[in-house]
């Protein structure tokens, strides 16, 4: 009877020793496919530490504050008046303001959005936590 009971319990122990080798294989097969995952979701500041991430974004930030003034500045300006030369030449000056004005604010718009991608990439990472909270994510995410 003894001999039995030994049997039963060998048998017991690898069973439980071939779930835990399927439970390893598997998180790790996860665990691969979420780095792949994220790798793939990489946007355009993924080369970037976030220290240079932060630097970039308040430099942005600064340079998108001065552009602002610029823009504010240029369309509380009337347009200047023609300079007499020809029938045409007060519309011609208006139209050349106008443009500028709107190039300014195109630029702008482009940096207001690059703020908000950087913004988003930094709170991202931010959110991520720890190494440890990064591997148990990768982990057991399916």
């Known amino acids: 009877m003894r001999k039995r009971n030994a049997g039963g319990v060998g048998e ?3 069973v439980l020793l071939a779930l835990v080798g399927a439970a390893a294989g598997a998180g790790a097969w996860n665990y691969q496919r979420n780095l792949a995952l994220e790798q793939r979701e990489v946007g355009p500041y993924g080369s970037l530490s ?3 991430l932060e630097l970039l974004l308040e430099a942005t930030e600064a340079e998108a504050e001065a552009l602002g003034g610029a823009y504010q500045d ?5 347009p200047p008046a023609g300079d007499g ?5 007060g519309f011609e000056a208006a139209q050349r303001h106008g443009r500028a004005v709107r190039e300014l604010g195109a630029e702008l718009s482009g940096l207001e959005a690059s703020i908000a991608g950087m913004r988003q990439e930094v709170a ?3 959110s991520e936590g720890d190494a440890t909270r990064v591997f148990l994510r990768r982990l057991l995410t399916l």
Do not use: E, I, M, W
């Open 12 to 14: 017991q122990l690898l």
């Open 50 to 52: 976030t220290a240079d």
């Open 74 to 78: 240029a369309r509380d300006r009337p």
């Open 85 to 89: 030369s020809g029938r045409f030449a």
């Open 124 to 126: 991202h990472r931010k």
